[in-house]
């Protein structure tokens, strides 16, 4: 029998709000999802700059334990050398499917050596909130991305839209995933800087700018030399 975790989500509907408790069942990253071709290319090439080979193809994913997924606002993690990276998620329900955002955080010096493995090794993070998808379906491009390595950072990590990310639904199509319980990380989004940064904390955050709300989450991330 399949292991299943359980998170609670504050769902933000334009019917009401309301807490679910949400039995992750299947949990999928998604890698190397961009739309613009150009900037998945840098993307790759930024990891290419860490030893991380190219994939073979785009998109790719990969099924990971369902205990990994968590909204706690701490993680544990083996290597000083682990990172996050922004993304959209979507978590399907029974009848409804939400989105949200989180952090693919991964081990880098690991990615060199095999890819899942990596992923394995660190915490997958969600925010505690999240839309109903069809409720922002109409204008998903609008909706904008952001992280940061520091609350005190000024300037974001990385920025940018879900224009340059795969459309979701397409994406759902291509992976075959799906069905209640599955959460999928849609894959992420280049850095402003152009290359990996290590810290002690990593924030998300996903806006709507048509309807002035957000979504937003950060995390501590604490080694076995900072516990």
């Known amino acids: 029998m399949n292991k299943t975790s359980t998170l609670k989500i504050h769902i933000i509907s334009k019917s009401g709000d309301r807490d679910i408790p949400f039995q992750v069942k299947d949990l999928v990253i998604a890698a190397y999802t ?4 150009d900037a998945l290319q840098r993307h790759i090439e930024e990891l290419a700059k860490l030893g991380v080979p190219a994939p073979r193809r785009t998109p790719t994913s990969y099924v990971l334990p369902p205990e990994l997924l ?38 880098r010096p690991l990615e060199r050596v095999d890819v899942r493995r990596a992923k394995l090794a660190c915490p997958k993070v969600i925010a505690k909130s999240a839309w109903v998808l069809k409720e922002v379906e109409d204008h998903l491009d609008n909706l904008i991305l952001s992280s940061w390595t520091s ?11 879900l224009r340059e990310v795969m459309r979701l639904r397409e994406l759902v199509e291509v992976l075959g995933v799906g069905g209640k319980g599955t959460v ?12 990996i940064v290590y810290s002690d904390e990593f924030l998300v955050n996903l806006s709507d700018p048509l309807e002035g709300r957000e979504i937003g989450h950060g995390y501590r991330i604490l080694t076995r030399s900072r516990s």
């Open 151 to 161: 609350r005190k950072s000024k300037e974001p990590y990385q920025r940018g839209t």
């Open 34 to 37: 961009g739309r613009d071709q």
């Open 70 to 107: 968590t909204n706690s606002e701490e993680i544990r993690v083996e290597s000083n050398e682990t990172s996050g990276e922004v993304e959209a998620v979507l978590l399907f329900d029974e009848d409804e499917t939400y989105i949200t955002v989180g952090s693919d955080h991964t081990d």
């Open 184 to 195: 999928l990380f849609c894959g992420t989004i280049p850095t402003l800087a152009g290359h």
